[in-house]
């Protein structure tokens, strides 16, 4: 019901070599670099569009696109929702909002956005989301521009590939520009980044004191909201109560309940089923200020959201409850050394939660009662907590 992994499991390991080898006899034939960008561009533009995690899956490619191109100016289109995850981000440039902040009507702010990305000069762009794509288009900036695999009519038809299924995320992302890249892709290379800073960790410490709590506490960071998927990724409150619970009673523990302010109900419903050694967090922070609380926690506990993602950037263990989502596309990644376990079910409907291309929305759906995750115990969730826990001298 659930897998160690310490590193990438076997069945997903490769080599760097190998995998830039197989997207290239995936795309049939490799373009010059020619055909998309001059040799040195100075002015890049990223469409980034995206759901925060799926954002931070995406900083692999701008880090790389960095080291291709170091003196390029890069730009980054995104929204107000995904834009902190790249605050202070080496690799990015500047921030360049769809929409503006304003009091004036939305789609006035959004038709000045397009017309500033539309004035700018960009000798190279790259769009990594469906909606950027059309957002570009708007914009009039989207010709023969490098961009992650959309498979044809994917939004009518879905996809039914083994190999684009069986792609990681972070593995998509960096597959839309390795026709310009000059060298072949390292494991290190391939780890999604959150750049914290001085001011990220204190603001952490203070929320911290102001609890009476501090590092030395044992911490379990616990998310257990996530919008994604129409809210279907979450696990059921009481179960992780029920977790907390016994992670409490075996090690003095302390549970922060973390998240954004759309978390903040579900996490106070979690709180009321435990006793004592809970705390709200969520709603509190901003997003690299709970990435900074994550750092400080010995383990991490939440449902297939970004805040799973930032336990592997930072390196806190942490255990990934994966119910309709494909865990091939999207397990944590992290250094060799990270640890991690996943646990899931083993119903034949699931995976229905895809990168890119569900199965057709006109298609009968199996389920939708999240039979995937109810077939998830608190037992089986606690017990790969309790193994990341001990010390990993002792195994």
Same mark, same amino acid.
């Given at each position: 019901m659930y897998e160690a992994v310490f590193s990438t499991p076997a069945r997903l390991a490769e080599t760097p070599a190998g995998r830039l080898a197989r997207m290239e006899a995936d795309e049939g034939h490799r373009h010059s670099q020619d055909e998309y960008a001059p040799l040195d561009p100075s002015h890049i533009l990223v469409?980034?569009?995206?759901?925060?995690?799926?954002?931070?899956?995406?900083?692999?490619?701008?880090?790389?696109?960095?080291?291709?191109?170091?003196?390029?100016?890069?730009?980054?289109?995104?929204?107000?929702?995904?834009a902190g995850i790249l605050q202070d981000n080496p690799n990015v440039d500047a921030l360049i909002f769809v929409s503006e902040p304003g009091s004036e009507p939305s789609f006035v702010r959004f038709m000045r956005g397009l017309n500033g990305i539309r004035k700018q000069d960009y000798d190279l762009v790259i769009n990594l989301s469906p909606v950027g794509s059309i957002v570009l288009r708007m914009a009039q900036r989207y010709h023969h521009?490098?961009?992650?695999?959309?498979?044809?009519?994917?939004?009518?038809?879905?996809?039914?590939?083994? %190999?684009? =299924?069986? /792609?990681? +995320?972070?593995?998509?992302? #960096? !597959?839309?520009?390795?026709?310009?890249?000059?060298?072949? &892709?390292?494991?290190?290379?391939?780890?999604?980044?959150?750049?914290? %800073?001085? =001011?990220? /960790?204190? +603001?952490?410490?203070?929320? #911290? !004191?102001?609890?009476?709590?501090?590092?030395?506490?044992? &911490?379990?960071?616990?998310?257990?909201?996530?919008?994604?998927?129409?809210?279907?990724?979450?696990?059921?409150?009481?179960?992780?109560?029920?977790?907390?619970?016994?992670?409490i009673e075996k090690y003095s523990a302390h549970v922060l309940l973390i998240g954004g302010k759309d978390d903040v109900a579900l996490s106070e419903e979690v709180a009321a089923l435990i006793p004592h050694n809970a705390t709200v967090v969520a709603g509190r922070t901003s997003l690299k200020e709970t990435g900074a609380l994550i750092e400080m926690s010995a383990l991490f506990i939440g449902n297939d959201s970004c805040p799973l993602h930032i336990a592997a950037a930072v390196g806190t263990p942490a255990v990934g409850i994966f119910g309709p989502s494909n865990i091939e596309q999207f397990h944590p990644i992290g250094k060799r050394s990270y640890r991690h376990r996943i646990v899931h079910s083993n119903l034949s409907c699931a995976p229905c939660f895809n990168f890119i291309g569900n199965d057709a929305p006109w298609l009968p759906k199996p389920c939708h009662a999240g039979a995937c995750l109810n077939a998830i115990s608190s037992d089986e969730v606690a017990q790969a907590a309790i193994e990341l826990l001990q010390d990993p001298r002792e195994r």
């Amino acid at each position: 019901m659930y897998e160690a992994v310490f590193s990438t499991p076997a069945r997903l390991a490769e080599t760097p070599a190998g995998r830039l080898a197989r997207m290239e006899a995936d795309e049939g034939h490799r373009h010059s670099q020619d055909e998309y960008a001059p040799l040195d561009p100075s002015h890049i533009l990223v469409g980034m569009l995206l759901p925060i995690g799926d954002t931070l899956l995406a900083t692999p490619a701008l880090s790389v696109l960095r080291g291709r191109f170091p003196w390029a100016k890069i730009s980054v289109l995104v929204s107000h929702s995904n834009a902190g995850i790249l605050q202070d981000n080496p690799n990015v440039d500047a921030l360049i909002f769809v929409s503006e902040p304003g009091s004036e009507p939305s789609f006035v702010r959004f038709m000045r956005g397009l017309n500033g990305i539309r004035k700018q000069d960009y000798d190279l762009v790259i769009n990594l989301s469906p909606v950027g794509s059309i957002v570009l288009r708007m914009a009039q900036r989207y010709h023969h521009p490098l961009h992650v695999e959309m498979p044809p009519l994917w939004w009518l038809v879905g996809t039914r590939s083994r %190999t684009f =299924r069986a /792609r990681h +995320a972070v593995d998509h992302y #960096l !597959r839309a520009i390795v026709s310009i890249l000059d060298h072949r &892709l390292t494991d290190e290379e391939r780890q999604p980044r959150l750049y914290l %800073t001085a =001011r990220d /960790r204190s +603001a952490a410490r203070r929320l #911290l !004191r102001s609890c009476d709590l501090s590092p030395a506490n044992l &911490l379990i960071a616990m998310h257990v909201g996530g919008d994604g998927f129409n809210g279907r990724k979450r696990w059921a409150p009481q179960r992780f109560a029920e977790v907390a619970n016994a992670l409490i009673e075996k090690y003095s523990a302390h549970v922060l309940l973390i998240g954004g302010k759309d978390d903040v109900a579900l996490s106070e419903e979690v709180a009321a089923l435990i006793p004592h050694n809970a705390t709200v967090v969520a709603g509190r922070t901003s997003l690299k200020e709970t990435g900074a609380l994550i750092e400080m926690s010995a383990l991490f506990i939440g449902n297939d959201s970004c805040p799973l993602h930032i336990a592997a950037a930072v390196g806190t263990p942490a255990v990934g409850i994966f119910g309709p989502s494909n865990i091939e596309q999207f397990h944590p990644i992290g250094k060799r050394s990270y640890r991690h376990r996943i646990v899931h079910s083993n119903l034949s409907c699931a995976p229905c939660f895809n990168f890119i291309g569900n199965d057709a929305p006109w298609l009968p759906k199996p389920c939708h009662a999240g039979a995937c995750l109810n077939a998830i115990s608190s037992d089986e969730v606690a017990q790969a907590a309790i193994e990341l826990l001990q010390d990993p001298r002792e195994r």
